[in-house]
């Protein structure tokens, strides 16, 4: 099951963990002042800096986010049209010729010998995988590099205040809104999130493209995080949150969309394969259930919101976005 943890922050001293989050209202390498105290107003919400500031920030990372995939996409059919393109699947995968001259250029920097030959294999690999392999395996690798400063000790403080998106009424750093959506603390609740990127990703890469795939997941995370933010600038229960399966959810919303007669698997009925026209309307009632009995382990909002986005993307997206890349691109220069 794709899930969004959430870790409650107590009142006192205390400690609680939930998917292998461990906060304490305050740490040591906190988000201010030198003592590392979180501050916190219990009291009514500022409409500018709960509201309208992650609003705007969700809504201009999206938009340039977009645009930067559509940059890039263009610069990408330059250059194939004053080359020749590559053909997956008709050379092996040690076949040197995968190479570019970029690739032989930067190769040639390296010193000689096991360090530039490994180099060479790894790049001739890389060069050799399906373009949704690539994709996909980048975002797994963003994804267990975070993973890895979670586990040194010296970064705690650098992960905390970067890579975790705190929920009011504690203090917002507005990056965490992008960062978090790349940020795990444990193997586990990567890897459910990474099974379930890889499984449903491909379908979805090939119908969009490399370029309109990585920022349709990027706003897919920010989507979700704006709407977890914003659904508790009210209530204001405290917390932080963390994960791509926002992001993820996007992705299995659109699939659900466009093949509704796929199958899949729910972790708590092994075995029973679910139509996604089932699967996913159920998962939807599962985290509004969540919602309304304020269940609080898992990210139900910011499940949601990546779901709700998903959809829309899938319904309007593609036609007034990214069928609009090229108004897009003169607008931005």
């Known amino acids: 099951m794709i899930h969004k943890c959430v870790s409650d922050l107590l009142r006192s001293k205390g400690l609680k963990s939930g998917c292998g989050l461990v906060l304490s209202r305050s740490f040591r390498s906190g988000l201010t002042g030198s003592s590392g105290t979180v501050s916190i107003n219990p009291g009514g919400y500022n409409i500018w800096t709960d509201v309208v500031r992650p609003t705007a920030f969700g809504v201009g990372a999206s938009a340039a986010v977009f645009t930067l995939a559509a940059r890039v996409q263009q610069k990408k059919q330059e250059n194939l049209a004053r080359s020749t393109q590559l053909t997956w699947g008709r050379r092996g995968i040690d076949d040197p010729s995968w190479l570019s001259r970029g690739d032989i250029s930067l190769l040639s920097k390296l010193p000689a010998g096991v360090i530039r030959d490994s180099a060479a294999s790894l790049l001739v690999r890389w060069r050799s995988l399906l373009p949704h392999q690539q994709t996909l395996y980048g975002i797994t690798a963003i994804n267990l590099l975070v993973l890895g400063g979670w586990r040194i000790r010296g970064l705690q403080g650098v992960m905390l205040r970067n890579f975790m998106h705190y929920l009011p009424p504690q203090p917002t750093r507005m990056h965490t809104l992008l960062t978090a959506n790349f940020s795990h603390r444990t193997v586990i609740h990567l890897l459910f999130n990474s099974l379930a990127l890889i499984s449903f990703g491909g379908a979805v890469h090939n119908r969009l493209g490399s ?15 704006v709407v977890s933010h914003l659904a508790r600038v009210k209530s204001r229960p405290g917390g932080a949150s963390l994960g ?46 969540g919602v309304l009995l304020r269940w609080r382990f898992l990210d139900h909002w910011g499940h949601l919101g990546g779901a709700l986005f998903g959809y829309l993307y899938a319904r309007y997206g593609q036609t007034y976005i990214w069928g609009n890349r090229d108004k897009l691109l003169l607008s931005s220069t």
């Open 211 to 225: 370029e309109q795939f990585w920022a349709f997941f990027v706003a897919g995370g920010l989507s979700s995080s």
């Open 244 to 289: 791509s399966s926002g992001a993820v959810y996007a992705v299995f919303a659109m699939m659900a969309y466009f093949e509704p007669k796929s199958q899949a698997f729910f972790i708590f009925l092994p075995g029973v394969p679910i139509a996604l026209e089932n699967l996913f309307p159920a998962l939807v009632v599962l985290d509004l259930t």
